[in-house]
């Protein structure tokens, strides 16, 4: 249990980074907000046409006899805007990730420089390019697995009692899950470290990817929140990777600090035969 304080503790870490780096926080708002005004274009206009949508897919029900063509409906256009809504929070990282992925590569290798002992930071080798379609495709991976969990739980909670209950609290855990797994590639990806590895890697110790990830889940919730929380929760996800990897980290030295680690550790380099 004691994996869930650590966990949390990293998201904490995280955010107190990004506060202390305002310039990166900055910059780190862009893509959040970018995908907030598109996901709130999306859900509006499901708002506002998910009824004629579900009209025109249910022809076999306009012969029914009143109320029950406007219930079934009713029923049908909830349900494809719950759907909506969990999507959205289950890929709204992903998304924030891949149009932000050069801002948040920046901020993971400036956090890893940071904490690093020697102030450097693990570099992938591969063009920018090559980047974007690894973290697409791997995005688009953890999104399928993401809906078929999710159409699981949503079926779950027709469940008396349970689905009321239990359903609920196990969403928010396999979205925190799923959500640390997109924030954490960032980091990981750069050392060459792939989808199948990664999981593996988080499945080892749930209980920290559950501290950090489903208080996150809880707050993404809020879409608003999310954009604000996305810079530190990247910058956490990173003091995370390097816990997974047992990579040794300080508590953060200052700008200075890091170039003079650097600047001898590029001397050494050089002078090395």
């Known amino acids: 249990m004691r994996d869930l304080g ?3 503790g990293h998201l904490l870490r995280g955010q107190r980074w990004v506060v202390r780096h305002g310039k990166q926080y900055g910059f780190g708002l862009l893509p959040g907000l970018i995908t907030l005004v598109l996901y709130a274009a999306a859900l509006v206009s499901l708002g ?3 009824e004629d949508l579900v009209t025109w897919s249910t022809p076999f029900a306009d012969h ?3 109320p029950w063509s406007g219930l079934f ?3 049908l256009t909830a349900v494809l805007f719950a759907l909506a809504l969990l999507l959205a929070v289950v890929t709204f990282t992903a998304v924030t990730l891949l149009i932000g992925q050069p801002f948040y590569e920046n901020l993971s290798e400036k956090v890893d420089r940071d904490v690093s002992p020697d102030g450097t930071a693990p570099e992938s080798g591969l063009p920018l390019w090559r980047e974007l379609w690894i973290s697409g495709r791997d995005s688009l991976r953890i999104v399928v697995r993401a809906a078929v969990w999710g159409v699981l739980l949503f079926a779950l909670g027709f469940v008396p009692f349970v689905g009321q209950t239990a359903v609920p609290v196990l969403g928010f855990f396999v979205t925190g899950f799923f959500l640390t797994e997109e924030l954490v590639a960032v980091a990981l990806q750069r050392r060459r470290v792939d989808l199948k590895a990664r999981l593996t890697l ?12 489903t208080p996150l889940a809880l707050a993404f919730v809020v879409p608003f929140v999310a954009v604000f929380l996305m810079p530190g929760a990247v910058a956490g996800a990173t003091l995370m990777a390097r816990d997974l990897l047992g990579e040794e980290t300080g508590e953060g030295a200052s700008d200075a600090e890091v170039s003079a680690a650097a600047a001898v550790a ?6 090395a035969p």
């Open 6 to 8: 650590v966990g949390f």
């Open 48 to 50: 506002m046409y998910g």
């Open 64 to 66: 029914w006899t009143s």
């Open 73 to 75: 409906r009713g029923f």
């Open 202 to 213: 988080l499945r080892s110790r749930k209980t920290l990817v559950w501290g950090f990830g």
């Open 266 to 271: 590029s001397a050494e380099e050089t002078a």
